[in-house]
């Protein structure tokens, strides 16, 4: 057990002295947090970000405007704590505007058009804003907001959609390579180690599955289990599972001719002490890097499915569904609208591989 700490603390050691992983591993927890409070950081806390407003579309970064909330009758907003979490439920709705005049029972404002010359003129009673009984002043429901990020081709801020789509990115990348490494060490480790018909058998299915095209797969297992948050997970982890199969059973092949594993078999450990023990923990290092590259991989597939319709559907927002939206905007001078969201991309993707690599330094038992 000590030698199995000390040898821990070598790696952590290791680890730490590579300072582009540790900023990376940094960076990975960054983007977690931002994606579990998203809604606290976003300035649309409405469910999904989905806040649309047509006369603002495609304005670039830093548009400022000035906006009209008007209540709804009849709808409270429910300010449950889970809502930080999941989203509001909004009780007004927001107008954009040039500018607004009051008396003493109405407000006439004018909608936000790139034309003033054509932006319509309407009024609402001034007792919409009187909530409760309080006759507050109606400059406390006109504020000048702006979109750091600028808006998308529905009008919607596009800071808080990339906020808040960071989780199916990241989520569908972590979530995909857990269900290939708990479906491929198993079966990697079991035809490495026993060889034979075992090994004959998990080899023919490994190439079935392999010589199937992954985005056919894919597509195939979504329509099987159909569109939605969760069939989206399982199908991409169910194609990458045969890459760290075939990288552990070549590892495990080599790894069970040492030495110290004719030892323990000489001791009379059983096959799967040795094997969870002995000849796992020494051929980690690789898959490692498998693992970050199927990180990648899964955000993209992600992004192919989005792009043919099947992957989060709207008004869930995901970074590959917001460059699915937005990617005719390159030849039309709104290239921002794409960019932004495959940047954030590949960062996630960069950090992960660095993470993955100096991981695999670490663990290296050479």
């Known amino acids: 057990m000590n030698k199995s700490q000390s040898l821990t603390k070598i790696a952590l050691q290791k680890f730490k002295k590579d300072r582009w992983g540790v900023f990376s591993l940094a960076f990975i927890g960054l983007l977690i947090l931002m994606a579990i409070f998203a809604?606290?950081?976003?300035?649309?806390?409405?469910?999904?970000?989905?806040?649309?407003?047509?006369?603002?579309?495609?304005?670039?970064?830093?548009?400022?405007?000035?906006?009209?909330?008007?209540?709804?009758?009849?709808?409270?907003?429910?300010d449950s704590f889970f809502n930080y979490f999941t989203g509001f439920e909004s009780a007004a709705t927001e107008v954009p505007i040039l500018n607004y005049t009051t008396d003493n029972q109405t407000v006439i404002y004018t909608e936000y058009s790139e034309e003033p010359a054509l932006a319509q003129q309407k009024q609402v009673p001034l007792s919409v804003f009187q909530t409760n009984g309080a006759n507050k002043k109606i400059e406390n429901y006109i504020t000048e907001k702006k979109f750091y990020l600028g808006t998308d081709k529905y009008g919607r801020d596009v800071l808080s959609?990339?906020?808040?789509?960071?989780?199916?990115?990241?989520?569908?990348?972590?979530?995909?390579?857990?269900?290939?490494?708990l479906i491929g060490i198993p079966i990697g480790a079991i035809s490495g180690f026993y060889g034979g018909k075992v090994d004959a058998f998990f080899m023919w299915l490994i190439n079935i599955v392999w010589s199937i095209p992954t985005v056919?797969?894919?597509?195939?297992?979504?329509?099987?289990?159909?569109?939605?948050?969760?069939?989206v997970f399982v199908a991409v982890g169910l194609t990458m599972w045969v890459e760290v199969a075939r990288v552990v059973r070549g590892q495990v092949m080599s790894v069970k001719e040492m030495q110290y594993v004719t030892a323990a078999k000489a001791l009379g450990y059983s096959n799967?002490?040795?094997?969870?023990h002995h000849v796992l923990p020494n051929v980690l290092s690789p898959v490692f890097v498998i693992s970050a590259a199927n990180f990648a991989s899964a955000i993209l597939?992600?992004?192919?499915?989005?792009?043919?319709?099947?992957?989060?559907?709207?008004?869930?927002?995901?970074?590959?569904?917001?460059?699915?939206?937005?990617y005719h905007y390159i030849i039309l001078g709104k290239a921002y609208l794409a960019v932004i969201p495959g940047f954030a991309m590949l960062l996630l993707v960069l950090a992960v591989m660095l993470v993955g690599n100096s991981l695999r330094d670490a663990l290296d038992v050479k």
């Open 272 to 276: 799967f002490r040795i094997v969870l």
């Open 301 to 326: 597939i992600e992004s192919g499915l989005s792009f043919l319709g099947l992957g989060a559907q709207p008004p869930v927002p995901s970074w590959g569904g917001m460059i699915k939206d937005h």
């Open 161 to 181: 959609r990339l906020l808040i789509g960071s989780r199916v990115s990241i989520a569908i990348g972590f979530i995909g390579v857990f269900i290939s490494l």
């Open 39 to 78: 809604y606290m950081l976003a300035p649309d806390t409405s469910k999904n970000a989905n806040q649309m407003h047509l006369s603002i579309h495609s304005k670039p970064p830093g548009f400022k405007v000035l906006m009209l909330t008007i209540l709804i009758e009849n709808k409270a907003e429910n």
């Open 216 to 231: 056919l797969l894919v597509i195939a297992i979504t329509l099987a289990l159909g569109k939605g948050f969760w069939q």
